[in-house]
């Protein structure tokens, strides 16, 4: 499962910067590792975010893990990214 997600932030990190996807400044979380937060979240936990974020906090995996309420947020706001990103994830 490890090396899946790490592969997976990657591919999305990758994507994002191709795409021209600048963080905002004061983001503490960059949009990778919110969107690879929301894979983990719909691949292992049958969606639930805050198991998602528990086990992200727990191993260690970012720097900073967000509340559950500020990755809803930034989840919200970074949706039109989602499906082109789930499409080549898919590939």
């Known amino acids: 499962m490890l090396s899946r997600l790490i592969a997976a932030f990657c591919i999305i990190d990758d994507a994002l910067q191709a795409m021209g996807y600048k963080d905002d400044p004061q983001a ?32 260690g995996l970012f720097t900073h893990v967000p509340s559950p309420s500020r990755f809803n947020r930034r989840l919200h706001a970074l949706y039109p990214l989602l499906l082109p990103l789930l499409h080549l994830l898919a590939q």
């Open 28 to 59: 503490k979380t960059p949009a990778s590792a919110i969107l690879t937060l929301a894979l983990l979240a719909a691949l292992e936990f049958g969606g639930k975010h805050n198991k998602a974020l528990a086990l992200a906090k727990d191993l």
